[in-house]
Nanobody
Framework: QVQLVESGGGLVQAGGSLRLSCAAS????????IGWFRQAPGKQRELVAL???????HYADSVKGRFTISRDNAKNMMYLQMNSLKPEDTAVYYC?????????WGQGTQVTVSS
């Protein structure tokens, strides 16, 4: 019913910036784009940032002040602006959405931050 595709990942040096995009397609009339997660090698998937229906936001302590989540409901797009990147940010980043109380995940986009 719903497909999510992340893009914008890549290799950057420490201190650099990237903007990730999440595009929703399919049956998007009832979709809610809710946030970004990431999974580093050898670690569990963790919450990075959430955005509510009223556009309030929540960030993991590790990214607070450096990352900004945003959403464009008309375009069914969600973004994650990542600044001042650190090697510890290296991970596969996933977007998450819900539709009719069902969770959807993208396939992820790789972010690698070199020292």
């Amino acid at each position: 019913q719903v497909q999510l595709v992340e893009s914008g990942g890549g290799l950057v040096q420490a201190g650099g910036s990237l903007r990730l995009s999440c595009a929703a397609s399919g049956s998007t009339l009832s979709i809610n784009l809710i946030g970004w997660f990431r999974q580093a090698p050898g670690k569990q998937r963790e919450l990075v940032a959430l955005i509510s229906s009223r556009f309030s936001t929540h960030y993991a302590d590790s990214v607070k002040g450096r990352f900004t989540i945003s959403r464009d409901n008309a375009k069914n797009m969600m973004y994650l602006q990542m600044n001042s990147l650190k090697p510890e940010d290296t991970a596969v980043y996933y977007c998450k959405a819900t539709s009719l109380n069902y969770d959807y995940w993208g396939q992820g986009t790789q972010v690698t931050v070199s020292s």
